[in-house]
């Protein structure tokens, strides 16, 4: 069992930063790519980013890229999300999700979910 806890949303002006933390906890965190989701209001859950094991490659959404930033701290078993230049479309609850798969961008590959932060970006 991985146990992930996702801190550091809250509410922002467009145009603004927020930084994501989810930590990990269980299971070695270096055995799992990690990803960010994330699910507006009455939407489907949807892909934000992903990272692999060690960090040494990452994918994102079109509607992030350029924007937010995926890391991980290994030593410290938490993943991070920086978000610049938020836009109000970034309003959602954010999740973090480890996966067993060497990469995997669909909600079935992830094998454990973080109960969520909510971000909103007010206009």
């Given amino acids: 069992q991985v146990q992930l806890v996702e801190s550091g949303g809250g509410l922002v002006q467009a145009g603004g930063s927020l930084r994501l933390s989810c930590a990990a906890s269980g299971r070695t965190f270096n055995n799992y790519a990690m990803g960010w989701f994330r699910?507006?209001?009455g939407k489907e859950r949807e892909f934000v980013t992903i990272i692999s094991a060690?960090?040494?490659w990452t994918t994102?959404?079109?509607?992030?890229?350029?924007r937010?930033?995926?890391?991980?701290?290994?030593?410290k078993n938490t993943l991070y999300l920086q978000m610049?230049?938020?836009?109000?479309?970034?309003?959602?609850?954010?999740?973090?999700?480890?996966?067993?798969?060497?990469?995997?961008?669909?909600?079935s590959d992830f094998d454990y979910w973080g109960q969520g932060t909510q971000v909103t970006v007010s206009s």
């Avoid at 937010?68 to 030593?75: E, G, L, Q, V, Y």
């Fill in 39 to 41: 699910q507006a209001p």
């Fill in 54 to 56: 060690f960090g040494g």
């Fill in 60 to 66: 994102y959404a079109d509607s992030v890229k350029g």
């Fill in 68 to 75: 937010f930033t995926i890391s991980r701290d290994n030593a």
């Fill in 84 to 107: 610049n230049g938020l836009k109000p479309e970034d309003t959602a609850v954010y999740y973090c999700g480890a996966t067993s798969r060497f990469r995997g961008e669909a909600i």
